[in-house]
């Protein structure tokens, strides 16, 4: 059931994923201002995985995102934590956001923070919470 | 509006605690979605429903305090995404414990205390 | 002087080792703990004995109140004194005592950690600090009575012991949260002079009856005795140490601090007769045995009952009575506790009938044990004579009763005479009787103690008024809250007191010569007695207690776990309920004016899908109704003004499709298993419970007690959180902690479902 073999389901998802993906990034940069962010844009991408690997199996989507969904859990707490660091740098209380500007070429500038790389942890551990749900659960089904 | 959705509310939460009395356990994973869904929705009628007006502000303009409550939505948001996380574990718990016990009645698992 | 406390556990955590590293001369190493104090508190003596006081306060949790503070005035300065001093010979005593024990080390833990808790118990100023103190020598004590577990009579005695003190520790407990009510302060010397008239305020009646629960108890007045002869289960240094000397006066003492606030006239009636019913029930039993251990202890409860029946009669005579009988009591009670063990270990039993004779293999034992039990029946020249003399006074003088309350007192002195005669005299004079061991003198460690205890007793009652001067004067102001006037002396002139005190030393005498008719006989009287007695009420409540939980447990916890959800929600709604309608109300404010059609339709949908995934059959409707319940709450979020809501509750709708269907299909369908009438109940149940919800829910729509907090972050966002998005600003920004610590539950929930997956993979192979 599975390691569906619909040729349209495959297509679709093929081509639906990187635009979930995207999407799903699109999302998370955006949050701080419209709605997304790193809770929605984690939820996105885990369905386009998910959705991958409906279509194609969940040995597929190992080869394709390489890494351990736990390594991304592990790696989202850390972003998580990281974003704490800054404000501890400067003393001030722990997880004040801090803000840096680089001018880019152009009139452009890019706005970091330490919210968005907190953002980003949440965005990671989504994604890898619900991939660590859906791999573990469709391998034992092989079994 | 926020009297009809407690009567909404309060439905959910009959038939989440209705469900969680049964003694199969599948019935307890549509009890436990139910109750958690009653939860949220509960969290956001007592704060007051608010139509057309989400908490966004608009470029270059002051903030609207007529805009809906920010905070309980806060709470939702994280709120709902954990509690899909808790009933993943609990929908693998009791699959677990149905492979082990091989029964799906409560009843019968207070026997095999294995 | 926190230190001294501290020290004395951290001593006690290198006891085993310290034990290991000295061998056989670990008693004496170990007695320079206490001899320490004994050195740090004489120098006390001084500046105490002007009648000034010393409170030394170290924060603990400020916010509530409790801090570490320590008060040194008279009263725990003589204490302190005791603690330390009679703890150095028991500590050398027992490194005599046990020799070669394999748990010495043990031992020595856990009665230098009681020492230091007891220390801390008669210091303590805060009343929670006193509290746990007074459980810390609950507990030690509990382990010392029990430190021979391999005898189930220990461990029940340990466990006897354990349940009445800690029973009464939690009634204690209330008592001091009530006091610190009524005085406003958690500490004792803030209630006790806050001014406020303890007597007259409205929650006396319940402090007091608390109160004395607690020290009662500790005390081992009538009818909480009966632990403390059972309790005699103890290593004999334990005995003298703690069931004599210090842990059972720890009730005393409390009633002694707190007299000065506490004394009224129920007050005075309660302790008077609490401890004249003691005291005579004390002495009986006392005569009735004869295992010397449990004499001596029977003839400290008796004790105990004289010094708490001291403190309700309360005039100035009874309460130099009672300081001058505490510290003549702790002399030699536990001078003749740790005879008592030197004749058992050297003789090899403590059965009174079993010895005889063994003045000439253990004279000195024989003159020590003279001495000390002439302290006891209050002979003179001994300090025990200045307390009798004095009691007798307090007594005649006081007329509590008329003079009901007097003869009592002759006639238990009279007992009490008797008691020492047998405990001095029938071991050691007539005919020798062949005993399990030969006798012999027993080593100097063992007989350090009396001799110090006893030669103590004697000074004091030969200089009685400088030692008044020095100590026991202040300790008087403690209690009483003034000086007495009155003047100790060994010789008062032939007066009434020296009268009494003749006469029931004569009878006592006459007595004694027929103990071996009366012990047998009041010990069968006893045995018929016991059927009605104290003990009898703890027995028959133990089972109870068992019979209740047994009975609960299977009314509650039977292991159907729908039961459990049953009482789980009644209990819940019922509590939540009762509390509404009581402080709201049944008001239902119905408003739906404020409402369109399309949102009818999305309400009707979401009922309709809920009562239907909780009525179906199949499991694959009630996982699609579910489908259908989670897109319409989405819409209800995206409808009122909540798009991340809704997105999200959208893709986790999704995603928990997909889990039900991963999951939920391996496991079997549906079946019916309840029975109607179950069902029939659980609908009642889950109705009554969306009732309560619905009520509370259209309240709390009604009402607002306060403006929410959310125009700050509607305000700030832009500014502070340089973000559009109030509600991921709040997220990643204001409450980011929060949200932390939820992406850890994720996390945990997802490790979860890891480990259990594999955990099957491994029984697979297995």
């Known amino acids: 059931m599975m390691n569906s073999n619909t040729v349209i389901l495959r297509t679709a998802a093929m081509y639906l994923m990187p635009l979930q993906l995207l ?103 989504v994604v890898g919470t619900i991939l660590t749900f859906v791999i573990q659960l469709m391998e034992a089904e092989h079994e | 509006m926020e009297v009809v959705m407690a009567f909404v509310v309060a439905t959910l939460f009959s038939c989440a605690l209705y469900m969680m009395m049964r003694r199969s356990i599948v019935k307890l994973v549509i009890g436990l979605i139910l109750l958690s869904n009653a939860a949220n929705l509960l969290i956001f009628v007592v704060s007051g429903l608010t139509r057309g007006a989400p908490p966004l502000i608009i470029e270059g303009v002051d903030p609207s305090p007529f805009v809906a409550d920010p905070l309980p939505q806060a709470l939702i948001l994280t709120a709902i995404v954990i509690s899909f996380g808790v009933l993943a574990f609990a929908v693998v718990l009791i699959r677990r414990a149905y492979e082990v016990v091989k029964t799906d009645d409560l009843d019968q698992m207070k026997d095999t205390d294995t | 002087m926190l230190l001294t406390v501290m020290l004395g556990f951290v001593v006690a955590m290198a006891a085993p080792w310290l034990v290991k590293l000295s061998g056989r001369y670990s008693g004496w190493l170990l007695a320079l703990y206490p001899f320490s104090l004994v050195v740090y508190f004489a120098q006390w003596i001084p500046v105490i004995g002007q009648g000034h006081s010393q409170l030394t306060t170290y924060q603990w949790f400020p916010g509530l109140d409790i801090s570490l503070s320590l008060y040194l005035d008279g009263l725990s300065l003589l204490f302190a004194l005791l603690i330390s001093i009679i703890g150095t010979f028991v500590l050398i005593y027992a490194g005599s005592y046990l020799k070669g024990h394999k748990d010495l080390g043990r031992f020595y833990l856990i009665i230098i950690a009681f020492m230091a808790s007891m220390l801390g118990l008669v210091l303590a100023d805060n009343v929670i600090t006193l509290f746990v103190f007074w459980e810390l020598t609950s507990i030690t004590s509990y382990f010392l009575i029990g430190f021979q577990h391999e005898q189930a009579s220990a461990r029940k005695a340990a466990l006897q012991g354990l349940f009445v003190t800690v029973g009464g520790g939690l009634c204690l407990l209330a008592g001091f949260v009530l006091l610190a009510i009524m005085g406003g302060s958690y500490s004792i010397q803030g209630i006790l002079s806050s001014g406020v008239s303890l007597p007259e305020h409205g929650l006396y009646g319940a402090a007091l009856v608390l109160v004395l629960l607690g020290a009662f108890t500790k005390s081992a007045q009538f009818p909480f005795h009966f632990w403390l002869p059972n309790a005699m289960a103890a290593p004999t240094p334990v005995s003298a140490f703690l069931h004599s000397a210090t842990m059972v006066k720890a009730g005393v003492y409390l009633l002694a601090r707190l007299n000065p606030g506490m004394a009224s006239d129920l007050w005075s009636t309660i302790l008077t007769s609490v401890g004249a019913l003691t005291v005579i029930t004390a002495v009986v039993m006392a005569l009735s045995h004869r295992d010397m251990k449990k004499i001596l202890a029977y003839s400290t409860v008796m004790a105990l009952g004289t010094l708490v029946m001291l403190l309700g ?47 000439k293999a253990m004279p000195v034992t024989a003159l020590l044990m003279l001495l000390a039990a002439m302290s006891l029946a209050g002979i003179p020249p001994l300090f025990g004579f200045i307390a009798k003399e004095l009691l007798f006074e307090s007594l005649l003088q006081a007329s509590v009763w008329g003079y009901g309350l007097l003869l009592l007192f002759v006639f238990s002195a009279i007992l009490l005479v008797a008691v020492a005669a047998a405990l001095a005299l029938k071991p050691f004079y007539g005919q020798y009787l062949a005993t399990p061991k030969t006798p012999h003198e027993p080593p100097v460690a063992e007989l350090l103690g009396p001799v110090v205890l006893i030669v103590m007793a004697l000074l004091l009652s030969l200089f009685a008024l400088p030692a008044q001067q020095w100590l026991l004067s202040s300790s008087m102001l403690a209690v009483a809250g003034y000086v007495p006037e009155v003047k100790l002396a060994l010789w008062h002139g032939v007066n009434m007191p020296l009268m009494l005190s003749a006469v029931s030393l004569v009878l006592g005498i006459m007595l004694w010569t027929q103990w071996h008719r009366v012990q047998p006989w009041l010990s069968r009287v006893i045995a018929q007695l016991s059927r009605f007695g104290p003990e009898r009420g703890y027995f028959k409540m133990m089972d109870g207690i068992t019979w209740s939980a047994s009975w609960q447990t299977r009314f509650l916890q039977n292991g159907v776990l729908g039961l459990y959800m049953v009482v789980l929600i009644l209990s819940t709604f019922l509590l939540a309920g009762y509390t509404f309608v009581r402080s709201y109300g049944l008001h239902f404010p119905l408003d739906v004016q404020d409402s369109y059609v399309y949102e009818w339709v999305v309400a009707f949908l979401l009922i309709v899908s809920a009562l239907f995934a909780s009525t179906t059959r199949y499991r694959l409707a009630a996982v699609a109704a579910m489908g259908v319940l989670g897109f319409a709450v989405a819409l209800t979020f995206i409808h009122f003004s909540a798009p991340d809501l809704g997105i999200t509750q959208l893709l986790v709708e999704t995603l928990t499709v997909i889990l039900l269907v991963l999951v939920l299909f391996k496991l079997p369908e549906f079946v019916q298993l309840s029975s109607p009438w179950e069902r029939a109940r659980d609908i009642v149940v889950a109705l009554f419970g969306g009732v309560v919800m619905l009520f509370i829910l259209v309240a709390a729509i009604d009402i607002q007690y306060f403006d929410s907090i959310s125009s700050y972050y509607i305000d700030n966002s832009e500014l502070l959180g340089y973000g559009r998005n109030i509600v991921n600003v709040i997220l990643v920004d204001f409450r980011v902690l929060d949200t932390l610590g939820e992406i850890f539950v994720l996390a945990l929930a997802a490790l979860g479902v890891l480990s259990m997956i594999k955990l099957r993979a491994e029984d697979r192979v297995k």
């Open chain 1, 23 to 125: 999407f799903s990034i699109f999302l998370l940069l955006r949050g701080h201002d419209e709605p997304g962010g790193g809770f929605i844009g984690g939820l996105v991408a885990a369905g386009a995985f998910v959705l991958f690997a409906f279509s194609y199996g969940s040995d597929a989507l190992r080869s394709l995102i390489r890494l351990d969904p736990r390594d991304l859990l592990g790696a989202g707490l850390l972003f998580g934590l990281a974003s704490a660091i800054p404000s501890l740098l400067r003393g001030e209380p722990l997880l004040t956001a801090q803000w840096w500007t680089i001018a880019l070429p152009g009139d452009a500038e890019l706005k970091l923070s330490s919210p968005l790389i907190f953002d980003i942890g949440v965005y990671l551990a």
């Open chain 3, 313 to 359: 009669i309360g005039t100035e005579l009874a309460l130099t009575a009672f300081v001058v009988f505490l510290l003549a009591h702790s002399l030699y009670k536990g001078a003749l506790f740790m005879l008592a063990g030197a004749v058992d270990h050297a003789v090899g039993t403590k059965d009174l009938s079993e010895l005889s004779g063994l003045r």
